[in-house]
T-cell receptor
Framework: GAVVSQHPSWVICKSGTSVKIECRSL??????MFWYRQFPKQSLMLMAT?????????EQGVEKDKFLINHASLTLSTLTVTSAHPEDSSFYIC???????????FGPGTRLTVL | LAKTTQPISMDSYEGQEVNITCSHN???????ITWYQQFPSQGPRFIIQ???TKVTNEVASLFIPADRKSSTLSLPRVSLSDTAVYYC?????????????FGSGTRLSIRP
């Protein structure tokens, strides 16, 4: 149990295009999901907290208009990187929070490369 | 949010028991401790979670002293496949505002 999936697992796009990443909790409902970004050899950096049915809460320094988050259901959250640029290339990881026990489970990550 | 401090790296050999200690001096009453394992280009994998004393599952044990200002992840009889980064995290239980902030983690290298 407690499986979180992400799609796609990797994506390559041209600069200026938008990319959508999906995060799904497959066997539990998640009121809250989180989005992280990880650069090589670094730790995970929290970007935003996504709550079902409400606006996401972004961490300081994360542009909400660039990283659009939609948490449309209790099993799906999406992150859209708008007008992507090479500096947005990174490993994006989502997590879904199980209510009981209170535990976060992480997706496998999405490797984004912007050319 | 309670800040966590772990050793940056550790080395050990196959078959040994490895103990990774994490300090979290300002842990709050409602905070719990969770450990994750991460391999390169993968998402973190849940290992174990606890609030106090000792927790054991099929892969690890978690020791938490009475003051809860530190915790120790114990991996019995490690193998090469246990080479990974291990993160100790503290979060507030059952709080809608709770979030996990990752520290630098401990890079564990297992040698034959």
């Amino acid at each position: 149990g407690a499986v979180v999936s992400q799609h796609p697992s990797w994506v390559i796009c041209k600069s200026g295009t938008s990319v959508k990443i999906e995060c799904r909790s497959l066997d539990f409902q998640a009121t809250t999901m989180f989005w992280y970004r990880q650069f090589p050899k670094q730790s995970l950096m929290l970007m935003a907290t996504s709550n079902e049915g409400s606006k996401a809460t972004y961490e300081q320094g994360v542009e909400k208009d660039k990283f659009l988050i939609n948490h449309a259901s209790l099993t799906l959250s999406t992150l859209t990187v708008t007008s992507a640029h090479p500096e947005d290339s990174s490993f994006y990881i989502c997590s879904a929070r199980m209510d009981s026990p209170d535990t976060q489970y992480f997706g496998p990550g999405t490797r984004l490369t912007v050319l | 949010l309670a800040k966590t401090t772990q050793p940056i790296s550790m080395d050990s050999y196959e078959g040994q028991e490895v103990n990774i200690t994490c300090s979290h001096n300002n842990i709050a009453t409602n905070d719990y401790i969770t450990w994750y394992q991460q391999f390169p280009s993968q998402g973190p994998r849940f290992i174990i979670q606890g609030y106090k004393t000792k927790v054991t599952n099929e892969v690890a044990s978690l020791f938490i002293p009475a003051d809860r200002k530190s915790s120790t992840l114990s991996l019995p009889r490690v193998s090469l496949s246990d080479t990974a980064v291990y993160y100790c995290l503290v979060a507030t239980a059952y709080s809608s505002a709770s979030k996990i902030i990752f520290g630098s983690g401990t890079r564990l290298s297992i040698r034959p």
